[in-house]
């Protein structure tokens, strides 16, 4: 018999541990990230009274898959709408809370001697919390219907993408020699193009193809579709000098907005969970005990940095942002403690060999330390503000309650102005980047396959492939031009002042310099003409362009086509009732807010009326839609009913909502008699004494007292036929009946 490759032992090691560890983890109620690292710690080699991995090389290609789909289904929980529309207050509290931490971070690194690097990338490692975890804690604390809770998410959702970003820069940074602002600057606007690039082509692509296979494709081919162009994605990325998790977090956030994501996050998953347990196996691999005891006290005052700077400046964020003391002290508190990517940002300084051996361990151990410790720092903010609110006077209260570094909106000119340019400026910045693309590719792969084609016409070859390229580029190129010129902004603008009129025309002007840069830049390229003719040629095109009724239908079209694709999961959560009313966020000015309750298949609830389970008056809030599939019952009356599955729109405050929540969760009950009520299939011979002998069935109180049902009569050995209600039993009938076992036995005997 062949003997098994070493890979497989390994991952037969590997997965047995992990599951043994984490079964023992799930039991004690604490997150299955931290029996994975003690899984991997007890089959590497630092553990000598087990058995360890052989090969520790192909482990690491394992894991290195693993933080592809990781940051993959990261990507698929992620959306850039919900980064547009959260506003001001997230983006200043997550900017606040990085930058601080990760100056702490430095600064520690640096008073251990460490080296720039290594104090670069602790301050990284630092910075970021763990939404895993957060996540787990709030939903096993029953806290993710409470209005910080979502603050906290939506403050998570924006670290995750700067962690990305922090990824890249963090590659350049390590891969320079002298690291300098314009070369960070740099890796910046370069990570801008390619994600704006990829992003704007991927949502006018990829909904069309997945849209028109709909009827041919099934979870299997779903599957490896979504696969496939992540690791194609991911490619891409390494190609352009990116990293290949960057490449699939990017993939990840296409996907997340088509229709089929649901379905794509539901089949991803298990492939996910199993090379994430991989890759997490493989962080606790690296935990040197002999490290540990060398560093103790480093690791000490890292949990303790992390601990009451994620507090102190995790509530500064938060008050920042504009929220009350209390709310922000809450989330900051929530914040305290490093994740998945942590692990991540180690694993890249390792790989790059730019961090040292002992900085791996010495961050997962912190990790560990930490997020056994979220559940007591979210339980010790309620505790630490009462301490605040007795010690400090009133008026220092209401001056931390109404900090805010939030813009304030207004309706006058001001504001036309601010949304007009900063619409211009996006529209001009994609369609630039489209239109570089556009010219680097056909210069790059088209010009050549034509110069060969007509090597004893190089003239003629250029004429064709800047002539293609002009015309590739030309929607783009109008739409550039002349878009938000008929807006509401630039209408009401032009129409408020005669002062307005000179600016408006300039940026009108600004943007056609920009697009006949484009045509001057392909037709010197390729013709070498004086710059008169060049920019004459330049400016007669873009006219050309801006009269065409063909591309102004033709960039309408696109951009709508776009729009549908970004908007299709948004209209489809509207329908299925996973996205809240428009009213929800007027609310919370009121301390109160919509909550989304999901009534599972097995509650006591279902089958009740709103009147029987009287959630008013048990906990306060108030029941303002019940959506049931597709169908929306708006303010129900007390007489309806709750069915399984449904989903409920309820208003309340934080503790109502938890209270109801948490008696939702409760009011599931297991079905104890679940064997007795399976059916049985029994012979019933009548003879001579049977009481149903010459008695009809449909008298013979079969369905109606004991609660069976007659398949047919036995007509030899391969043949039943069934039984008229008019007809009576004889003897010798042989009759099949279904039914419970409790209620056949009544009947047979």
């Known amino acids: 018999m062949a003997e098994l490759p070493p890979l497989v032992k390994d991952l037969a090691l590997i997965l047995v541990v992990a599951g043994i560890v984490t079964l023992l983890f799930k039991k004690l109620k604490q997150p299955l990230v931290l029996g994975y690292i003690v899984a991997g710690f007890v089959v590497s080699p630092h553990m000598p009274y087990t058995m360890s991995v052989m090969d520790k090389a192909d482990v690491q290609t394992w894991a290195d898959i693993g933080v592809i789909f990781l940051l ?158 992540c690791c194609f994605m991911a490619v891409v990325s390494t190609q352009v000098g990116f990293s290949s998790a960057f490449g699939a977090f990017v993939m990840g956030s296409i996907l997340a907005e088509t229709v089929e994501a649901e379905k794509i996050i539901r089949v991803v998953e298990p492939v996910k969970n199993l090379f994430g347990a991989i890759f997490f196996v493989s962080v606790g691999m690296l935990v040197d005990p002999d490290i540990l005891i060398g560093y103790a006290m480093p690791i000490a005052v890292v949990v303790v940095t992390i601990l009451a700077g994620q507090a102190l400046f995790g509530s500064l964020g938060y008050l920042l942002s504009g929220q009350t003391l209390k709310t922000a002290m809450k989330c900051g508190f929530s914040m305290a403690q490093i994740g998945e990517f942590a692990f991540i940002i180690a694993s890249l300084g390792l790989s790059l060999g730019v961090i040292a051996d002992f900085l791996y361990p010495v961050v997962v151990t912190v990790s560990v330390i930490t997020t056994f410790l979220t559940p007591y720092m979210i339980r010790a903010a309620e505790p630490c503000y009462a301490l605040l609110e007795r010690r400090l006077p009133q008026r220092a209260i209401r001056f931390f309650n109404n900090i805010t570094l939030g813009l304030p909106s207004g309706k006058g000119s001001s504001n036309y102005w601010r949304t007009l340019l900063l619409q211009m400026t996006l529209n001009t910045v994609i369609y630039s980047i489209l239109s570089v693309t556009v010219t680097a590719l056909m210069l790059t792969f088209f010009l050549p396959i034509v110069r060969h084609l007509l090597p ?107 729009l549908q694709n970004l908007r299709s999961r948004d209209i489809e959560a509207q329908l299925r009732g996973r996205k809240r009313p428009l009213y929800a966020g007027h609310l919370l000015d009121r301390n109160i807010h919509i909550s989304i309750i999901d009534v599972p298949t097995d509650s006591s609830w279902a089958g009740h009326s709103l009147k029987q389970l009287e959630l008013r008056q048990r906990f306060g809030v108030h029941v303002c839609s019940i959506i049931r599939a597709n169908h929306y019952i708006n303010i129900p009356d007390a007489d309806e009913q709750i069915f399984p599955a449904d989903r409920l729109q309820v208003i309340g405050d934080d503790s109502q909502l938890s209270k109801l929540a948490e008696a939702m969760r409760s009011s599931v009950v297991a079905d104890e008699y679940a064997e007795r009520r399976e059916m049985k299939l029994r012979q019933l011979v009548i003879n001579g004494s049977s009481p149903l002998l010459n008695v009809r069935l449909k008298d013979s109180g079969i369905g109606d007292h004991y609660h069976c049902m007659v398949v047919g009569l036995e007509e030899g050995k391969e043949r039943l036929s069934p039984i008229p209600p008019s007809r009576k039993f004889q003897k010798g009938d042989v009759v099949w009946i279904v039914g419970e076992e409790e209620n056949l036995q009544q009947l047979t005997t």
């Not at 806290?143 to 970003?165: H, K, N, P, T, W």
């Not at 064709?464 to 603008?493: D, Q, W, Y």
Request: glycine residues 6%.
């Open 72 to 229: 993959f289904s990261l990507g698929l929980d992620f959306s850039f709408k919900k980064i547009l529309k959260m506003g001001a207050a997230p983006v200043i509290a997550a900017m606040t809370i990085i930058f601080c931490m990760m100056l702490l971070g430095f600064t520690v690194g640096q008073s251990f001697g460490w080296s720039e690097m290594n104090c670069i990338f602790l301050a990284g490692m630092l910075a970021m919390s763990s939404t895993t975890i957060i996540y787990k804690a709030f939903d096993d604390m029953g806290l993710r219907q409470q209005q910080f809770a979502g603050l906290v998410m939506s403050v998570l959702i924006l670290e995750d993408i700067l962690a990305i970003v922090m990824m890249v820069m963090l590659s350049s940074v390590a891969q320079g020699s002298n690291p300098d602002g314009g070369e960070m600057l740099g890796s910046v606007m370069r990570i801008a193009f390619f994600l704006i690039l990829w992003f704007v082509v991927g949502i006018s692509l990829i909904p069309i193809f997945l849209r028109r296979m709909r009827s041919i494709i099934n979870e299997e081919t779903l599957l490896v579709v979504s696969l496939g162009l």
């Open 456 to 562: 004893a016409w190089p003239v003629a070859a250029n004429l064709i492939c800047g002539s293609l390229t002009i015309i590739a580029m030309s929607p783009f190129l109008r739409a550039m031009v002349v878009k938000k010129n008929h807006s509401e902004e630039f209408k009401a603008l032009w129409a408020e002042s005669r002062l307005n009129h000179l600016p408006l025309l300039f940026t009108i002007l600004v943007r056609v310099v920009i697009a006949c840069s484009f045509i001057f830049y392909i037709v010197n390229y390729l013709g070498h003409f004086a710059h008169a003719l060049v920019i004459a040629i330049a400016v007669a095109v873009i006219v050309l362009f801006v009269l065409s009724r063909w591309l102004k239908h033709s960039s309408i079209r696109l951009e709508r086509m776009f």
